[in-house]
């Protein structure tokens, strides 16, 4: 199931960011990633608001030197494992 | 060592042995804790903190029921407070809406609801008790709120057959997670082995169903099996490996590497009552006993695998093998698998009728 990329991703209920030992972890049922990088800037515009699209644009921008295609095929495939992980709910 | 040892991960607390359920394969030691023994809150708050600076994340709240103890809602106050994600692994008794928006409120994280069954008669079968219906009623409680929410069901030889109901009721919850646990024959569970062990036809049946699942509830639900220890060509790393990720602490204090820990001869529990969890962890006997790979003998010492299941489970080596050191005997190059073969040969007929020859889980004083 591709990712509708005007959707808006949120955390899903009992997904949070937490902190241990300055890193930054995302902390979810039984489980814990680490997020460094790109992927704590893709998760913390994971709020509702930002649609997919506006993530990748952001992303872009911040990453001007890598490939814009590589960025948006690397940003879809982390949000999609988040998804088949449940640790995120995408509105529309 | 120190410089090589990981942090813990997770802290399983047992904030109690009491439970108002009598499960056949419950995973709590033969010999209970007293109700008496019990750690109090304030000593739980020291546990966490000191939890949360030693690198841990999680805390499991289990059991016994967790929910029996009367400080359950200040309990989840202080892990939160020492910044712990805070699970909470119950049966679902005794609870009300009430009760259950307290428990948000101060900070729970996530619901586990634990399933005996998909029916009430073979729930109360394995549970001793009529639960089933006060389940569902949670998960009804459970809809409209924000937490994270897991059904397990714990499988066995009387249940694997339900699966296609365990998954609607799965589908008509407001669940994110659903784990089908294997009992793990060790303590209550090793007593009642021959009547909970499933049959080969009924776990290739199993395996069908639930991949099935998996592919069709992709995005919705996460589903998460294992292969039962009995019927796989390899251990499992039991506890992530002895000493690496999982700290327990029981009713009273004790801190253990692994839920079954108790039942290996000589080994020496200490106390957190009596010392710091960083010197339990980094340096208490029953931690060091098994971990990294010194203590291993062949075949483990020389395989391949032996950094990928550190050996698979002590305590299941103790039960089937007689020795706490030796292989997993559920591995296919153990030397003791003829023993696991020879248990399973003889319980290859499905069962029809309840059992009445099992051994209940008692409550401690």
Known sequence: MAIDPNSKPQLAPGVRLGENNNQRVLLMP?????????????????DGKHTVAQIVADLQKIYSKAEPHKVETDILGYLQLLRDERALDFTA | MTNSLHSPLALVCELTHRCPLHCVYCSNPRELAARATELSIESWASVFKQAAELG???????????????????LIRAARAAGLYVNLITSGLPLDEAKLDSLLAAGLDHFQLSFQSATESIAEEISGTKTHAQKLRVLEWLKPRRVAVTLNFVLHRRNLHQIGEMLAIAESSSATRVEFANVQYCGWGFANREHLLPTRAQLDQFLIDVKAAEERFRGKIR??????????????????????????ISPNGDALPCHAAAVIPGLHFENVREKSMREIWESGEAFQKFRGEAWMQEPCKSCDRRAQDFGGCRCQALLIAGDASATDPVCSLSPNRAKVDAVLAGIQEPQTTPSAEFLYRTNPS
């Open chain 2, 56 to 74: 841990v994340l999680q805390a499991d709240f289990t059991g016994g029921e967790p929910l029996a103890r009367t400080d359950i809602v200040e």
């Open chain 2, 223 to 248: 589903v998460e099996y294992v292969v039962p220890d009995y019927y796989a060509k390899y251990p499992k790393p039991c506890m992530g490996g002895w000493g690496r990720k999982v700290m327990l």
């Open chain 1, 30 to 46: 039984e489980r814990a990633l680490r997020l460094i990088g790109p992927s704590l800037e893709i998760v913390q515009r994971c």
